[in-house]
Antibody
């Protein structure tokens, strides 16, 4: 059974960098049939996909237009985890952040596993 | 981006009722549609993927149908543990997956 365990601070000051890590058990960050994603949830924006990293002969990443230029999602194969960095945060970045796995099989894909969530508050 | 519109945004129902939630996509998503259940303070839980495939361990009172742009989630006989918020999610327009706005199912 795949499990995702998040870690990172719950309070970040405006203009600083939000950093979270997601540790994977039961699968590999280098899997050829999974992508590793970050999603956030807030009352104003609902559930919002932020980006992903995945390995298909080489490492790839994709980001939502809403955060492109401020975001970086990176794998760490030695620790079997992946991380989120979001720069220049504002109070609008306050949300519950989730890491999540999307798997692909039989021509479809689905988001089957979530981390426990981390409430990140942006405030001075 | 593909937009997902759920209706209703909330509903009140009694234990034993049949409940149907709808989700419309702004363009065709074939069958790349999942449904999630979320209870306060917890992560969403996958119920259905591929529009109609029941995730392992999910009770059979949950079912999904639809294709193209119109999808439904049906709970055949609402149970006390089913009071929660439900979300649809499309995975066709990768990499950008998008979610519906949610439907809160409350006790009448």
């Amino acid at each position: 059974q795949v499990q995702l365990q998040q870690s990172g601070p719950g309070l970040v000051k405006p203009s600083q960098t939000l950093s979270l890590t997601c540790a994977i058990s039961g699968d590999s960050v280098s899997s050829n049939s999974a992508t590793w994603n970050w999603v956030r949830q807030s009352p104003s924006r609902g559930l919002e996909w932020l980006g992903r990293t995945y390995y298909r002969s080489e490492w790839n990443s994709n980001y939502a237009v809403s955060v492109e230029g401020r975001i970086s999602i990176n794998p760490d194969t030695s620790k079997n985890h992946f991380s989120l960095q979001l720069n220049s945060v504002t109070p609008e970045d306050t949300a519950v952040y989730y890491c999540a796995r999307i798997i692909s099989a039989a021509g479809i894909n689905w988001l089957d596993t979530w981390g426990q969530g981390t409430l990140v508050t942006v405030s001075s | 981006d593909i937009q997902m519109t759920q209706s209703p945004s909330s509903l009140s129902a009694s234990v034993g009722d049949r409940v149907t939630i709808t989700c419309r996509a702004s363009e065709t998503i074939i069958n790349f549609l999942s449904w999630f259940q979320q209870k306060p303070g917890t992560a969403p839980k996958l119920l259905i993927y591929g529009a109609s495939i029941l995730q392992t361990g999910v009770p059979s009172r949950f079912s999904g149908s639809g294709s193209g742009t119109y999808f439904t989630l049906t709970i055949s006989s609402l149970q006390p543990e089913d009071f929660a918020t439900y979300y649809c999610q499309q995975g066709y327009g990768t990499p950008q997956v998008t979610f519906g706005g949610g439907t809160k199912v409350e006790i009448k």
